[in-house]
């Protein structure tokens, strides 16, 4: 079986208010983006290993709901305040009533988290590195430090960050990089979200150290680019009933794909349809996988841009006629 190892440093408690006959149905769930990552991978049959700081009475409870899932858990415990919110769907969208990344990870603890996180990922086929629950959780450089240490021991590296995460693991160097034009924006990466100037974005990543770059924009097809080539990937048009933890499992698709060694135009597929279909349910990072994989066949990708080799730049018009001949 596949491995995937996911550094999820602070995973959140979630507490959602929906509507029932006798009432208001109250839900707990394990939240936050490695934990919506783990949850598609444990659906299409990865082992999944999350590593993760949990904090306080919420880290508590977490511990149950992810054993619960039957999410393998590498935990640093402390005390504290640990990440939540609470939403209400009540009138059928999100509402806000309260949210707290939790306190910022403590050199000790992170110092813990960091080398469980190596040990676990040593095993493994492929490790995600996901985001926090706030921006002060811990330093934007671990990143950088995790992804270097990773890539030098062989492994491959997905990440689904933005900003000065998403700069530090480049730097480290990662083997796929997923990430939204939005992102590209409030990073400053673009100023508007032409395809040239995505395209654009993404060669720069590259250059900065990722091996592949995914970029999602809301409804329109994504973009991805892998060697020197860059694909226009179209999911299959779905009725909507939440967008949230939709790009969590097109990253958990991929990493799965990949973690069982299929090459990433095959891999981009699978993500896509875990995406696509997460967006008609209302639990993040859920879908079955019969239905996902059957949703490949409808996910459509076109090359936008073919490599120009050498042979077929310098071919003169006899080699051309002789090609024809002899075809």
């Not at 706030?134 to 330093?139: E, T």
């Not at 990722?210 to 809301?218: E, L």
């Not at 694909?231 to 799965?256: Q, R, W, Y």
Request: glycine residues 12%; proline residues 3%; contains cysteine.
């Amino acid at each position: 079986m596949a491995a995937v190892v996911i550094f999820a440093p602070s995973p959140v408690l979630t507490v959602t208010i929906e509507d029932h006959p006798d009432g208001a149905d109250v839900h707990l769930h394990a939240g936050g983006q490695g934990v919506w990552q783990a949850r598609m991978l444990l659906r299409m049959g990865v082992d999944v290993t999350m590593c993760s700081v949990l904090t306080g009475e919420s880290g508590r409870v977490l511990h149950h709901l992810l054993d619960d899932e039957g999410i393998k858990v590498v935990a640093i415990d402390r005390e504290g305040q640990g990440g939540a919110y609470v939403h209400d769907r009540r009138g059928g969208e999100r509402k806000k009533i309260v949210e707290t990344g939790g306190e910022p990870i403590s050199r000790h603890d992170l110092d813990e988290l960091y080398s469980a996180t190596i040990g676990e990922a040593l095993g493994a086929d492929l490790v995600i590195l996901s985001g926090p629950a706030s921006a002060d959780a811990l330093p934007a450089d671990v990143y950088r430090r995790l992804a270097a240490d990773l890539r030098n021991a062989g492994k491959r590296i997905v990440v689904d960050l933005a900003g000065e995460r998403l700069e530090a693991a480049l730097a480290g160097g990662v083997e796929v990089v997923k990430v939204s034009d939005d992102e590209l924006v409030a990073d400053g990466r673009i100023e508007e979200k032409t395809e040239d100037r995505i395209i654009a974005a993404m060669r720069a990543m590259r250059k900065e150290g990722a091996r592949s770059v995914i970029v999602t924009r809301s409804h329109e097809p994504f973009l991805m680019m892998s060697g020197g080539s860059v694909c226009e990937i179209t999911p299959p048009t779905m009725e909507v009933t939440d967008t949230a933890g939709a790009g969590d499992s097109l990253t958990a698709g991929v990493s799965a794909a990949l973690a069982r060694g299929a090459d990433l135009r095959e891999a981009i597929t699978l993500g896509a349809a875990a995406g696509a279909l997460n967006v008609t349910r209302h639990g993040l990072g859920t879908g079955d996988p019969g239905t996902i994989e059957k949703l490949r066949s409808l996910v459509k990708v076109r090359t936008l841009d073919e490599p120009v080799t050498t042979s077929t730049r310098s071919i003169n018009l006899d080699q051309l006629a002789a090609k024809v001949k002899e075809s």
